[in-house]
Nanobody, 115 residues
Framework: QVQLVESGGGLVQPGGSLRLSCVAS????????MAWYRQAPGKQRELVASITTVSITNYSDSVKGRFTISRDNAKNTVSLQMNSLKPEDTAVYYC?????????WGQGTQVTVSS
């Protein structure tokens, strides 16, 4: 059983940056695809960015060019660098580890973009 713990959320002004981290325990992330999702109030959870086991990345159109996902298998960590933040990026951000048969989620970290 893999446990995922996110950190790095907070309040930031529009145009600012945040870096989210997700640390895994109970297993190695090396065998999992990793992803970041977000859920804004009243909206469905949506995929923000993903990274495969061989570090192929994919981004939603809304964050492409502003966010960067990365993984460090040695540290069992996946990160999301978020630049040029907008108020519409406000949401709870969740870390996800997935394989063909399994799906693990963290508890989420709040990101609020507001002046």
């Amino acid at each position: 059983q893999v446990q995922l713990v996110e950190s790095g959320g907070g309040l930031v002004q529009p145009g600012g940056s945040l870096r989210l981290s997700c640390v895994a325990s109970g297993g190695s992330i090396g065998i999992y695809g990793m992803a970041w999702y977000r859920q804004a109030p009243g909206k469905q959870r949506e995929l923000v960015a993903s990274i495969t086991t061989v570090s192929i990345t994919n981004y939603s159109d809304s964050v492409k060019g502003r966010f960067t996902i990365s993984r460090d298998n040695a540290k069992n960590t996946v990160s999301l660098q978020m630049n040029s933040l907008k108020p519409e990026d406000t949401a709870v951000y969740y870390c996800n580890a997935h394989s063909f048969l399994t799906d693990y989620w963290g508890q989420g970290t709040q990101v609020t973009v507001s002046s």
